[in-house]
């Protein structure tokens, strides 16, 4: 791992970019909180608002774990019944509605500039809500995969922790833009508690967003959200990882008794890059270089992005004994598809609304739910569609 100096706390002045250490791979860009936001109006019953400003009490957070508004309500997707929070069987008997749902990453505020600034990505995540406001049908969610903001305090020891707080505060001042028939659902990433978590950093993570796992029903279909940092390092918050995987143990199994349609699992971390078997050995996969904007090369082994083998194939085998079929993901910075054979998984990694490592340009993914696959593509925000086909002879066309 490189060691740079962390830059100093951001100020009106403009001090030079300075590198990204490895451990800040994701993107943010520092800068004065924005103000609060009027509080949006919420009508529609079952369907859960974003926040009206940037204060904690009007955020909407998993609890309990679980996603407020988002449970089995029927096979219909927003079907306008009333919240039933105990995410009850889905009656198989009436036909599946399909519905899509968006899938974002990295948003990362402050990664462009290394904490000195994050106006760069403040742009960025206006227009992905621009984006995601303008999609017809509304998406049923939309879902940040990981690494909101970048300053995490534990990796810039040197400088004002107060960083993080603006970020946040922008992030949610931004994302509440969202329409509020559009749910916002936040993964934890390695720069949101950590690349070795600690209950300290988790609960600074939940004051903030919420549980940092949980579940959720779209109709027919399961969502589980994991904390794949847990999974990364746990060495640090041991007794929470063995409670998480006991929890997705369970959820799993819950899910495939209630007859869910599709279960679908989020978190930061990739499982795999290529292959369900990948090792863990620094070199094993190569590596990833971008340029900073100092104009400096930064490169990073590509086994720091994947979730190491022994925890990894554990998560594997629950999916598969339980049929879960796909893992959405980011941290990589850009994007990647890959299907494990034995474990019957695909492996989707989402490429960032902020700093890219790779070819991609900043966009999200749109993710399409028919009873009988699961159909998705990254767009970039100048190619993203205003309408997603949801009628099952135009399948696969976008």
């Known amino acids: 791992m490189v060691e740079v100096p962390p830059p100093a706390a951001a100020s009106s002045a403009s001090p030079p970019p300075i590198p990204l250490p490895i451990a800040s791979v994701s993107i943010d860009h520092a800068g004065t909180a924005a103000k609060a936001h009027p509080p949006a109006s919420h009508s529609t019953p079952g369907t859960a608002g974003t926040l009206s400003n940037a204060s904690n009490s009007s955020w909407v957070c998993p609890s309990n774990r679980v996603y407020p508004g988002l449970v089995n309500l029927s096979s219909s997707p927003k079907s306008g019944d009333a919240a039933d929070t105990t995410g009850s069987c889905t009656d198989s008997s009436q036909p599946f509605t399909p519905f899509f749902f968006a899938t974002l990453a990295d948003t990362q505020l402050g990664a462009i500039e290394n904490n000195t600034s994050w106006e760069e990505e403040k742009v960025l995540c206006r227009m992905a809500v621009q984006k995601l406001?303008?999609?017809?049908?509304?998406?049923?969610?939309?879902?940040?995969?990981?690494?909101?903001?970048?300053?995490?305090?534990?990796?810039?020891?040197?400088?004002?922790?107060?960083?993080?707080?603006?970020?946040?505060?922008?992030?949610?001042?931004?994302?509440?833009?969202?329409?509020?028939?559009?749910?916002l659902l936040c993964v934890c990433g390695n720069h949101d508690v950590g690349n070795a978590p600690t209950p300290s950093s988790l609960r600074t993570f939940q004051e903030d967003f919420g549980d940092d796992y949980f579940g959720f029903w779209v109709g027919g279909m399961k969502g589980l959200v994991i904390n794949s940092n847990l999974y990364s390092d746990p060495s640090q918050a041991q007794d929470e990882?063995?409670?998480?995987?006991?929890?997705?143990?369970?959820?799993?199994?819950?899910?495939?008794?209630?007859?869910?349609?599709?279960?679908?699992?989020?978190?930061?971390?990739?499982?795999?890059?290529?292959?369900?078997?990948?090792?863990?050995?620094?070199?094993?996969?190569?590596?990833?270089?971008f340029r900073t904007k100092a104009g400096e090369v930064m490169t990073i082994p590509n086994t720091y992005f994947h979730i190491p083998r022994a925890r990894r194939e554990k998560v594997l085998e629950a999916m598969?004994?339980?049929?879960?079929?796909?893992y959405f993901c980011g941290h990589w910075h850009q994007n990647g598809v890959s299907k494990s054979a034995r474990y019957q998984v695909e492996n989707v990694i989402t490429s960032a609304v902020g700093l890219q490592i790779g070819e991609d340009k900043s966009g999200f993914r749109l993710v399409k739910v028919f009873e009988d696959a699961v159909v998705h593509k990254y767009f970039s925000f100048e190619d993203m569609p205003a309408h997603v086909f949801l009628d099952l002879d135009r399948k696969h066309a976008w």
């Open 133 to 183: 406001n303008n999609l017809t049908p509304r998406p049923q969610f939309a879902i940040v995969c990981g690494d909101l903001v970048h300053h995490f305090p534990c990796m810039y020891p040197h400088t004002d922790p107060a960083i993080r707080d603006r970020q946040v505060a922008d992030f949610k001042a931004i994302f509440s833009e969202v329409h509020p028939s559009i749910p």
């Open 241 to 289: 990882y063995d409670k998480h995987h006991r929890w997705l143990h369970c959820e799993l199994a819950a899910a495939r008794a209630l007859r869910a349609k599709h279960i679908l699992l989020f978190g930061h971390h990739p499982l795999f890059l290529h292959r369900d078997d990948e090792e863990d050995e620094e070199g094993y996969l190569g590596s990833s270089s």
């Open 320 to 326: 598969h004994q339980f049929g879960c079929s796909h």
